[in-house]
């Protein structure tokens, strides 16, 4: 896998990425304390079609770390200028989990620049009172324990129930990529996910279309959470026997899934 990097000069810190293929523009935003990588099965099958772009998003993977304070609207904004310092007007945003809610940050401040964008196993609520008491006690795992510690808490949860005994080497490795999350890194993304608003709106006035994809399976952000906007312009798949990670449990069900929607643009 080869990884480049650009500088966004107004954090001065780099952006690692991943790109492969030609056609339209496919942006990939992984989720909280992943990398690009978790998008490495899903490469192959997307980049005969697509223009296949995944960052490390800032604070993950090999990508810097950005200085406190950070929003949800901060990443949306940087990969606004990641996409432009590589010379691309429009493209399709796909967002996972953490990088469905920058996706939603993008759409509200940046919608021009969207041909379309999909949330992959993400929401459009906020956190409610007891997600964000969780978000503070994962601060405190964090810096207390270590990234180390809390990755090993965190990435069974991920994995459809049936796929934690079935998956361990995708475990594994989901917790590989984990562990290259800085401290710091995963503290302002948990900061940012905390305090991001609700936008249940965004999506049910998008102008462009919007894919919206769950796992049948999923214990963190549940169908219902995904499925919460029903117009012509939304298309919903509901992907069987995944969880949270379908691009690492099951990419040949998510892939054509991604490839339909991208090629009805056409």
């Known amino acids: 896998m080869v ?10 810190i780099d952006i690692a990425y991943r790109e492969e293929g030609q056609g339209t523009p496919v942006l990939l935003l992984h989720g909280f304390c992943g990398s690009s990588a978790y998008w490495n099965s899903v490469f192959p099958l997307l980049s005969p079609t697509c223009r296949v772009i995944a960052p490390d998003l800032p604070g993950h993977g090999l990508s810097g770390v950005p200085a406190a304070p950070y929003s949800i609207e901060d990443y949306a904004d940087d990969l606004l200028q990641f996409l432009q310092l590589l010379g691309i007007e429009k493209a399709v945003w796909f967002g996972h989990s953490l990088g469905g809610y920058i996706t939603l940050a993008a759409a509200e401040r940046h ?33 207390s324990s270590g990234i180390a510690a809390f990755i090993d808490g965190l990435v069974p949860k991920l994995f459809a129930p049936e796929h934690v005994e079935t998956m361990q080497t995708k475990i594994h490795e989901a917790k590989e990529i984990g562990y290259c999350t800085s401290q710091e890194g995963a503290v302002r993304a948990l900061e940012a996910m905390r305090s991001r608003p609700d936008r249940t709106g965004i999506l049910a006035s998008a102008e462009c279309p919007v894919l919206l994809v769950a796992g049948e399976n999923d214990q963190i952000i549940a169908p219902d959470k995904t499925f919460t906007v029903h117009h012509n312009r ?15 449990e099951d990419p040949q069900q998510l892939a054509p899934v991604l490839i339909d929607f991208v090629q009805s643009l056409r």
Not at 234 to 241: D, I
């Open 111 to 143: 919608a021009g620049r969207m041909a379309a964008f999909g949330l992959i196993h993400s929401t459009a609520y906020p956190d409610d009172d007891k997600g964000k008491e969780n978000r503070l006690k994962s601060i405190q795992t964090v810096q």
């Open 3 to 12: 990884m480049n990097k650009i500088n966004l000069s107004k954090r001065s």
């Open 234 to 248: 939304v298309r919903q798949a509901l992907l069987k026997q995944v969880g949270h990670m379908s691009m690492m």
